[in-house]
């Protein structure tokens, strides 16, 4: 784990860590972006209808985004770190 920096916020600390959580947000504020202003031209479909369509998209975007930084994890951790303590010995 990384150390603790006095000047260094919570979240760039996070963000180092596992760089798939900040695109994940990214993503999901574009979504919502990209849907707010899609709502004035949505035509004949009712405003919660439009809004679920929304929360779905966005919500799968993070988990998709999440998913791909455990399997990114795991892959680092468990086949990557092995080898490089093999190159060590």
């Known amino acids: ?3 603790y920096d006095e000047n260094e916020s919570k979240l760039l600390r996070k963000a180092k860590e596992n760089p798939f959580v ?3 947000l990214v ?3 574009a ?3 990209y849907n707010l202003v899609k709502l ?3 035509g004949n479909t009712k405003l ?3 809004l679920i369509h929304m929360r779905v998209a966005a919500q ?3 988990v998709g985004a999440l998913t791909v930084g455990v399997v990114y994890s795991m892959y680092k ?3 990557i770190g092995p080898k490089e303590e093999q190159k060590k010995d």
């Open 1 to 3: 784990m990384a150390s």
């Open 22 to 24: 900040p695109a994940g």
């Open 27 to 29: 993503g999901f504020a």
């Open 31 to 33: 979504i919502v972006a």
């Open 40 to 42: 004035k031209s949505r």
């Open 48 to 50: 919660s209808v439009h």
């Open 60 to 62: 799968g975007f993070v």
């Open 77 to 79: 951790d468990y086949i």
